[in-house]
Each structure stands twice: as structure tokens, then as C-alpha cells.
């Protein structure tokens, strides 16, 4: 029997392995340069992926996150939580909270997935929140527990699902773990990365050409000089290239035929804005964020900065909201207590728009005069508590008579 599993096994594996190996050298090459750009370090190299996750990273960490409880009419900031002193100041003894989710962020996008270890205090309360190290953590499906080994922090063991707060990319397992964003989008970064390589070694060769020595006939060699003679003209010639010189001399009876391509006519300019495009497009960012070459008005940039909000970075702010609420919360205190973003600082636009809407509030009855003036951190003054609404409107029914108006006027 354990010679029949042994067989089996063996051709198991000959059969994947010979199935699974490409004996193609050119999609080798291209397979191992597509994996290497694949990587974060090398994917963040381009300039569209180091603007995209930037912007991701940065706006989202820029955003102040607050736990709020329910006062029995709204949800207001609770002044002595201790989650509010972590959001709004060190979330660990290494990192400041923008540091933090930043990191974050960036691990989501370029690993697929960001493992968060909220360590608590001897007397059981939240002391720290700690981002663990890339490829220190992996998570088991089946048992639904987080085998964490990270040597940076110290923080080592098998963990439930409650202990570990799992931020998570989009995914093709069924929503258990994340994939990178460069993953999906290899296929662009790696046309982009090319481009990119083909135009700096141009540069740095001075887009030097190349071609082939042709002539004579193939009786008496390269015109009627002989094949080592013939050689030694062409390592004259690749020499004179390489130097820079512009004009070379060539045997009469030789003549060179260029076989390379100028970068107008491979197309690397059009090449090189269509990945950018492309690289936007993955990441949900718009092109006019990533300084692409695109005229773009002020309403347009208006309207663009909304559907970000909208469309990319509301999901990811209702994950980190939905994740942190239930891991850091009490089961009990759920009802009552929320984390949530303050996206107001998304919504900043110039000062005569801002003063506009904080006019039209205040007159609406909207809010009071103290709370636009705080929201602009005035100090509030006297007298500015109360609501305000404008009286120059009035129902069609109300409207005077012309004997009211005129009550002196002779009745014809």
C-alpha cells in the first residue's frame, strides 16, 4: 500500500511539474521580469504607482477618526476615551497615528492585506495599536486563527479572529484574505516598467543604433573583403557608435542597414500614457491626482474629487470603521458607540464657496452663528447660540388685500 501512494504520488508530480514548466526561454524572461515589478519595492519605482498609493495612503490617513457615543439625540465625540487619545496622538510607542494607518493603507494596497495587534495594558485596558510587520502573520482559513511571528515587535503566538484586526484589498478567496492591488495590475506594470527601461537605456546610450553590415555576395564574403576583416569593420563600427560619433566610415563596397527603433517610432511616449491611465484606473485614482498630462477645469476637479470620495475611498473608510467598531469595542457598547471618520475636512473647497454654505446654514437655521464660527475654530461669541431663520417669505394666502393696504380709497 505505501508503495502504490508512493507511485502515486511520483507521478502526481511528475505530471504537475512538467505540466507547469515553461520551457519557452523568451516567456521565462518575460514571466521573471513581470514577477520582479510585481513586487511592491519595485512596483513603487514607477512614479503612477508611488503617486496612486500615496494619495490613497496619505488622504486616508489625514482623516480624523473619532469614537462617538449616542446621547440619546446624536452621536457626539466622547472627550475621555481612551481610543480618542490613540487616533488623535500615538498609537504606539514607535508610531504616531497618521504613521500608523498610512503604513497601513500601504500595506493593503501593495501586500493585499494589513494585520493590526490592539495590545492591551496589565489591568486589561487598550494600550497600544500595532501594525505587524509584512509576511509576519498568516491566516488560517479553517480554524479561523492568526499564527502571527513577528520579531520586530515581539509579538508571537496563535490568535483568534477577535484579537487581530484584519484589513483586507480585494479579494478572490471569498472576502478570507486580500490581494495586492500590483498583482491585478501586473500586466500594466509591467508594460509601464518597460517603457520606462527602454527609455533610460536609450538615454544612457545616447539612443545608440544598431544594424547589420551588408553587401558583396555570399562567395566572397561581405563585399570583397574577407569574413575576419569584415568583423574587425564591425567592431570599428559599433565602436565609432558607442563614442558618439556622427559620421563613420564605411568600405565602399559595405553598407550598414539600421535595425533599431527611435522611440517616436516605437511609441514609447503613447506607450508610457496609456500604463499611467491604466495604473489609475486599478488604483481609483484620477488622472489629474497623478499630475497626468490631461486639461482639466475647475469643475471638473470638483467633480472628480467626489466621486474619489464616493467611489474609492468610502470603501475603504467603511471597512477600517466596520473593523475597528468591532474589534475594539465591547459587544455590549455596540449599539451606543461607534468609530467613524470626520469627512468633513474632505468636503474643503475655497473660502468664498465655504463662506457661501456657511451663510446659507446659518440663515436656513441650519446651525447657529457659534457653530459656523467654530467650525472655522473662531471663538464663539455671545448671543451667536441661538438659531436664526430668514422672514422674507411668506404663504400666497397671507398676501394683504387692497382695502388693507389702502383702507382711505373711495369705493367706486
Same mark, same amino acid.
Given at each position: 500500500?505505501?508503495?502504490?501512494?508512493?507511485?502515486?504520488?511520483?507521478?502526481?508530480?511528475?505530471? *504537475?511539474?512538467?505540466?507547469?514548466?515553461?520551457?519557452?526561454?523568451?516567456?521565462? =524572461?518575460?514571466?521573471?521580469?513581470?514577477? +520582479? /515589478?510585481? =513586487?511592491?519595492?519595485?512596483?513603487?519605482?514607477?512614479?503612477?504607482?508611488?503617486?496612486?498609493?500615496?494619495?490613497?495612503?496619505?488622504?486616508?490617513?489625514?482623516?480624523?477618526?473619532?469614537?462617538?457615543?449616542?446621547?440619546?439625540?446624536?452621536?457626539?465625540? /466622547?472627550?475621555?476615551?481612551?481610543?480618542?487619545? &490613540?487616533?488623535?496622538?500615538?498609537?504606539?510607542?514607535?508610531? !504616531?497615528? %497618521?504613521?500608523?494607518?498610512?503604513?497601513?493603507?500601504?500595506?493593503?494596497?501593495?501586500?493585499?492585506?494589513?494585520?493590526?495587534?490592539?495590545?492591551?495594558?496589565?489591568?486589561?485596558?487598550?494600550?497600544?495599536?500595532?501594525?505587524?510587520?509584512?509576511?509576519?502573520?498568516?491566516?488560517?482559513?479553517?480554524? !479561523?486563527?492568526?499564527?502571527?511571528?513577528?520579531?520586530?515587535?515581539?509579538?508571537?503566538?496563535?490568535?483568534?479572529?477577535?484579537?487581530?484586526?484584519?484589513?483586507?484589498?480585494?479579494?478572490?478567496?471569498?472576502?478570507? #484574505?486580500?490581494?495586492? #492591488?500590483?498583482?491585478?495590475?501586473?500586466?500594466?506594470?509591467?508594460?509601464?516598467?518597460?517603457?520606462?527601461?527602454? #527609455?533610460?537605456?536609450?538615454?544612457?546610450?545616447?539612443? @545608440?543604433?544598431?544594424?547589420?553590415?551588408?553587401?558583396?555576395?555570399?562567395?566572397?564574403?561581405?563585399?570583397?573583403?574577407?569574413?575576419?576583416?569584415?568583423?574587425? /569593420?564591425?567592431?570599428?563600427?559599433?565602436?565609432?557608435?558607442?563614442?558618439?560619433?556622427?559620421?563613420?566610415?564605411?568600405?565602399?563596397?559595405? *553598407? %550598414?542597414?539600421?535595425?533599431?527603433?527611435?522611440?517616436?517610432?516605437? +511609441?514609447?511616449?503613447?506607450?508610457?500614457?496609456?500604463?499611467?491611465?491604466?495604473?489609475?484606473?486599478? %488604483?481609483?485614482?484620477?488622472?489629474?491626482?497623478?499630475?497626468?498630462?490631461?486639461?482639466?477645469?475647475?469643475?471638473?476637479?470638483? !467633480?472628480? @474629487?467626489?466621486?474619489? &470620495?464616493? *467611489?474609492?475611498?468610502?470603501?475603504?473608510?467603511?471597512?477600517?470603521? @466596520?473593523?475597528?467598531?468591532?474589534?475594539?469595542?465591547?459587544?455590549?457598547?455596540?449599539?451606543?458607540?461607534?468609530?467613524?471618520?470626520?469627512?468633513?475636512?474632505?468636503?474643503? =473647497?475655497?473660502?468664498?464657496?465655504?463662506?457661501?454654505?456657511?451663510?446659507?446654514?446659518?440663515?436656513?437655521?441650519?446651525?447657529?452663528?457659534?457653530?459656523?464660527?467654530?467650525?472655522?475654530?473662531?471663538?464663539?461669541?455671545?448671543?451667536?447660540? $441661538?438659531?436664526?431663520?430668514?422672514?422674507?417669505?411668506?404663504?400666497?394666502?397671507?398676501?394683504?388685500?387692497?382695502?388693507?393696504?389702502?383702507?382711505?380709497?373711495? $369705493?367706486?
Amino acid at each position: 500500500m505505501e508503495l502504490l501512494s508512493f507511485f502515486t504520488r511520483w507521478f502526481k508530480r511528475s505530471y *504537475q511539474d512538467s505540466s507547469c514548466v515553461n520551457h519557452d526561454p523568451i516567456q521565462r =524572461t518575460i514571466d521573471a521580469f513581470r514577477n +520582479e /515589478v510585481s =513586487t511592491p519595492d519595485s512596483a513603487m519605482a514607477i512614479a503612477s504607482v508611488y503617486r496612486c498609493v500615496d494619495i490613497l495612503s496619505g488622504t486616508i490617513a489625514s482623516l480624523d477618526l473619532h469614537h462617538e457615543r449616542w446621547s440619546g439625540k446624536v452621536f457626539g465625540y /466622547v472627550a475621555n476615551s481612551r481610543l480618542n487619545s &490613540l487616533f488623535s496622538g500615538e498609537a504606539n510607542r514607535r508610531q !504616531n497615528f %497618521f504613521t500608523f494607518l498610512q503604513n497601513a493603507i500601504i500595506q493593503v494596497l501593495m501586500s493585499g492585506n494589513a494585520y493590526i495587534y490592539p495590545k492591551l495594558s496589565d489591568s486589561g485596558d487598550l494600550s497600544e495599536l500595532i501594525l505587524l510587520s509584512s509576511g509576519s502573520v498568516s491566516y488560517d482559513q479553517n480554524s !479561523n486563527l492568526y499564527h502571527v511571528s513577528d520579531y520586530v515587535w515581539g509579538v508571537n503566538g496563535v490568535f483568534s479572529s477577535d484579537e487581530i484586526i484584519h484589513l483586507k484589498n480585494k479579494s478572490l478567496d471569498g472576502g478570507y #484574505t486580500g490581494v495586492s #492591488t500590483i498583482r491585478y495590475a501586473s500586466q500594466c506594470i509591467t508594460l509601464s516598467a518597460n517603457a520606462d527601461k527602454q #527609455t533610460n537605456d536609450g538615454l544612457q546610450s545616447g539612443n @545608440q543604433k544598431s544594424g547589420f553590415l551588408v553587401g558583396g555576395n555570399e562567395l566572397q564574403g561581405v563585399g570583397a573583403l574577407s569574413e575576419d576583416v569584415a568583423d574587425r /569593420v564591425a567592431d570599428r563600427v559599433n565602436n565609432d557608435i558607442a563614442r558618439g560619433r556622427k559620421i563613420i566610415r564605411l568600405p565602399g563596397a559595405v *553598407q %550598414f542597414i539600421e535595425s533599431s527603433m527611435s522611440n517616436s517610432d516605437a +511609441e514609447l511616449l503613447e506607450v508610457r500614457k496609456y500604463s499611467v491611465l491604466d495604473v489609475c484606473r486599478f %488604483f481609483g485614482v484620477h488622472p489629474y491626482m497623478v499630475f497626468a498630462d490631461q486639461s482639466t477645469n475647475y469643475k471638473e476637479a470638483e !467633480n472628480a @474629487q467626489i466621486n474619489f &470620495l464616493n *467611489q474609492t475611498l468610502r470603501p475603504y473608510l467603511k471597512q477600517i470603521e @466596520q473593523e475597528f467598531s468591532i474589534k475594539l469595542l465591547p459587544r455590549s457598547k455596540r449599539s451606543s458607540d461607534r468609530i467613524r471618520f470626520d469627512l468633513s475636512g474632505l468636503y474643503s =473647497t475655497d473660502l468664498k464657496t465655504r463662506a457661501a454654505y456657511i451663510k446659507s446654514s446659518v440663515e436656513a437655521g441650519v446651525m447657529t452663528p457659534n457653530e459656523g464660527r467654530i467650525s472655522e475654530n473662531r471663538e464663539p461669541l455671545e448671543g451667536g447660540d $441661538q438659531l436664526f431663520i430668514s422672514c422674507n417669505v411668506a404663504k400666497v394666502s397671507s398676501r394683504p388685500s387692497i382695502d388693507d393696504v389702502n383702507p382711505d380709497t373711495p $369705493q367706486e
